[in-house]
């Protein structure tokens, strides 16, 4: 079989999508349920790291940098640390 005679794969279509022309809606929810992000905080004078949903929403506190991490990834999810 000569190349002009085999198979071709199926032509494959990707979803893309212009993150520009998102809602409001859509981009608070890209990675609600995968993406967590921690931020220091000051609660009573005392550091501690607040850890928020991707849209904002607050999930928990931790005491200290390492177990709000491990929190995040113990309920497999992404960690990001926000400044």
Same mark, same amino acid.
């Given at each position: #079989?000569?190349?002009?005679?085999?198979?071709?794969?199926?032509? !494959?279509?990707?979803?893309? /999508?212009? /993150?520009?022309?998102?809602?409001?809606?859509?981009?608070?929810?890209?990675?609600?349920?995968?993406?967590?992000?921690?931020?220091?905080? #000051? #609660?009573?004078?005392?550091? =501690?790291?607040?850890? =928020?949903?991707?849209?904002? !929403?607050?999930?928990?506190?931790?005491?200290?940098?390492?177990?709000?991490?491990?929190?995040?990834?113990? =309920?497999?999810?992404?960690?990001? #640390?926000?400044?």
């Amino acid at each position: #079989m000569s190349n002009s005679e085999s198979p071709q794969a199926p032509e !494959t279509q990707e979803a893309r /999508i212009d /993150i520009r022309h998102l809602t409001v809606e859509q981009l608070a929810g890209l990675g609600v349920s995968q993406i967590a992000y921690v931020k220091p905080v #000051m #609660m009573n004078g005392t550091r =501690h790291f607040a850890i =928020h949903a991707a849209d904002g !929403t607050p999930m928990a506190v931790a005491d200290d940098e390492e177990v709000a991490f491990a929190a995040i990834r113990q =309920h497999e999810m992404l960690a990001a #640390m926000v400044n």
